[in-house]
């Protein structure tokens, strides 16, 4: 009888230890981001603002992938992903350079916005997916740094 007392009595201290432990989404998005590093994209957290009328209900806190840009790109622009494959700038003007428009239609669906400036490009996602959506992520980073 006290054998199965001291053997609840640990199960009940080391059960909080259960709850330290990552969820598998958790674990997914780390091995995502360390894959991300490894294909030479940077990764930070970051709350931004969005705009009102964006249709989809964006995250309080989203991933943002960015990558530096080459020497000389000085132009600068931003597009809102506001349904899947229709982007549009902040004045909900629908994207109008086609080939920036092909890159962005290779894209998942949940990449919320994309943005150049003249030291970086950002990609802002919601992280769903796998190696596939992660590697165009980093081919469109690429291709437009």
Known sequence: MTGWIVVL???????????????RRQSGQMAQRLAAR????AMQLTQPEWPHWLACDPPGSCAQYHRGRRAGRDDSWAYWQSAPGE???????????????ERLATLP????????SRQMVALYWGE???????QRVADLLAAVA
Not at 109 to 116: G, I, Q, W
């Open 9 to 23: 009595l640990i199960v009940a201290m080391l059960s909080p230890l259960v709850w330290l432990r990552p969820s």
């Open 38 to 41: 490894r294909l030479g994209l």
């Open 87 to 101: 982007w549009l700038n902040q004045w909900r003007e629908p994207c109008t350079d086609a080939a920036l428009l």
């Open 109 to 116: 669906a949940d990449v919320y916005k994309v943005e150049a």
């Open 128 to 134: 769903r997916g796998g190696e596939v959506e992660l």
